[in-house]
């Protein structure tokens, strides 16, 4: 239940940073990571944050549980909360997992791992720069993730995450406001929000795990542009594969909310209160207001 960007990253780091006993290592990393991005998408964040920790103090060099690290703050704010302290977290911690990223490609060129690692990186830091209203930044980041974006296009412009890269950076480049779409054209950038979905629907329909991360950032963008009906096709399809995410799960009450299918809506909230996640205690609190707040409106 992994996207294609960590699949890539578990069978290319398995035959990296091998020692002595190579024949064991790679294993052992396999089954840590895989068990720690297992309880990341489950949102069992105490847990896999333990289990990155300690990857990161065995492997010092490798990217991959700085990325996820990073991925928590990220996907809180990108779903759950639009705070300013939330993305500077994001930001904070995803350039350990850039830099690290930047000074593996820059020792071994052809390593189409990094290139996908860092066209995500670059892509994510300009959407919460976007969501923060700083375009420049993330006009910058976009177009830092787009040039290795590219440089999987020219390996094949068909690949789920080429796709996904540019679904991103396409809406990006949309959704810049008129005032601002001079910075845009300076740089000679042309695209507009449908050209992205578009890219991130055939990332969708794909039958490689990147499937997953495009129904996120279709969820996330019908819902922000007001598309109810088509964020709740991919709400429903996360929720159902990812039953214990509560973060899924709190944004499906959400858009069931803003459908006006308050019924469902506070089912949903009252699901995720059971559940009562130790550590986004945040979306159980939140979840509780919106009970109280259906409740009185079904009595009405």
């Given at each position: ?217 279709l969820m996330y963008l019908y819902d922000r542009e007001g598309n109810y009906d088509e964020a709740l096709v ?67």
């Amino acid at each position: 239940m992994i996207s294609i960007l960590l699949s890539i990253l578990i069978s290319a780091f398995s035959l990296q940073d091998s020692t002595s006993n190579s024949n064991l290592l790679p294993d052992t990393y396999d089954e840590r990571l895989n068990r720690a991005i297992e309880n990341f998408y489950q949102s069992q964040w105490d847990t896999a944050d333990e289990d990155f920790s300690s990857l990161k103090e065995d492997y010092p060099d490798d990217p991959t549980p700085h990325f996820f690290k990073s991925m928590m703050p990220f996907w809180e704010y990108f779903l759950v909360d639009q705070t300013e302290e939330l993305a500077e977290e994001f930001l904070s911690r995803s350039e350990e997992a850039v830099k690290l990223s930047e000074r593996k490609l820059k020792n071994s060129p052809s390593d189409t791992t990094m290139v996908l690692l860092l066209s995500g990186l670059h892509g994510y830091r300009s959407l919460v720069a976007a969501g923060e209203s700083n375009y420049r930044v993330a006009i910058r980041s976009g177009m830092t993730g787009f040039n290795f974006t590219r440089q999987l296009l020219s390996i094949d412009s068909d690949r789920p995450d080429a796709r996904i890269g540019r679904g991103m950076f396409y809406y990006m480049v949309g959704s810049i406001p008129k005032e601002m779409k001079w910075a845009a054209n300076m740089f000679g950038l042309r695209a507009d929000m449908e050209q992205g979905f578009e890219e991130l629907k055939i990332a969708s329909q794909s039958d490689s795990y990147i499937s997953n991360d495009a129904k996120l950032m279709l969820m996330y963008l019908y819902d922000r542009e007001g598309n109810y009906d088509e964020a709740l096709v991919y709400a429903v399809k996360l929720t159902q594969k990812f039953p214990e995410n509560v973060i899924f799960k709190y944004k499906l009450g959400e858009i069931l909310e803003k459908k006006g299918e308050m019924e469902l809506a506070k089912q949903t909230f009252q699901d995720i209160i059971y559940m009562d996640n130790p550590v986004l205690t945040s979306i159980t609190e939140k979840s509780r207001k919106k009970v109280s707040k259906l409740e009185k409106i079904t009595m009405n």
